[in-house]
């Protein structure tokens, strides 16, 4: 299941991330989206977990909480158009 991440502190790093959801699951993988030029990131990112009803869980307890002062926002990806 792939989970998008929006609105996180520009601070976070991926090893990061990946922790905020471990606690709810298998992470398979966790990336924050940077900017090509300047290499800072764009504040979204994604995760990946095995198991739906570990990422259904994570969604529900880590959707519009705060980290590095900012309320993530945390939903299923859609799939690019």
């Known amino acids: ?11 976070m790093k991926e090893e ?11 992470v398979t993988s966790a990336k924050i ?4 030029v300047t290499g800072r990131s764009k504040g979204y990112g994604f995760v990946e977990m095995d ?6 869980a994570a969604i529900e307890a880590l959707n519009d909480k705060e980290v590095g002062g900012r309320h993530m926002r945390v939903n299923v990806a859609r799939p690019r158009e």
Do not use: C
């Not at 299941?1 to 601070?11: E, L, R």
């Not at 990061?16 to 298998?26: E, H, P, S, V, W």
């Open 1 to 11: 299941m792939t989970i998008y991440v929006g609105n996180i502190a520009y601070s």
């Open 16 to 26: 990061d991330l990946r922790n905020a959801f471990a606690a709810y699951g298998n």
């Open 33 to 36: 989206i940077g900017d090509r």
């Open 51 to 56: 198991n739906e009803t570990e990422g259904n």
